[in-house]
């Protein structure tokens, strides 16, 4: 049983969702659809493609990817939100 590649894909995921979670906090905190804002949604894109890229994964991973860097940019927001009065 080679558990190399489930934690190899537990990583990605992990990287996508804590890389996010920052990024929306601060992106919460910008004009929407501004250059700060689209940068905030964006700037993890290369990090987690460089990863899966590395780890070999194909690109049925990506909306596996996807899914956890929306979830951290949502979280990231609604912390942004919770700590302002």
Known sequence: MNIAPALQLSTLLLIAFLLNLPLGYLREGSVRYSFRWF?????SIPVVVL??????????????????????????GRIWRKTRP
């Open 39 to 43: 940068a905030y949604i964006h700037l």
């Open 51 to 76: 990863l899966r890229m590395s780890y070999g994964f194909g690109w049925e991973i990506i909306p596996l990817t996807l899914v956890f860097a929306v979830i951290g940019q949502i979280l990231g």
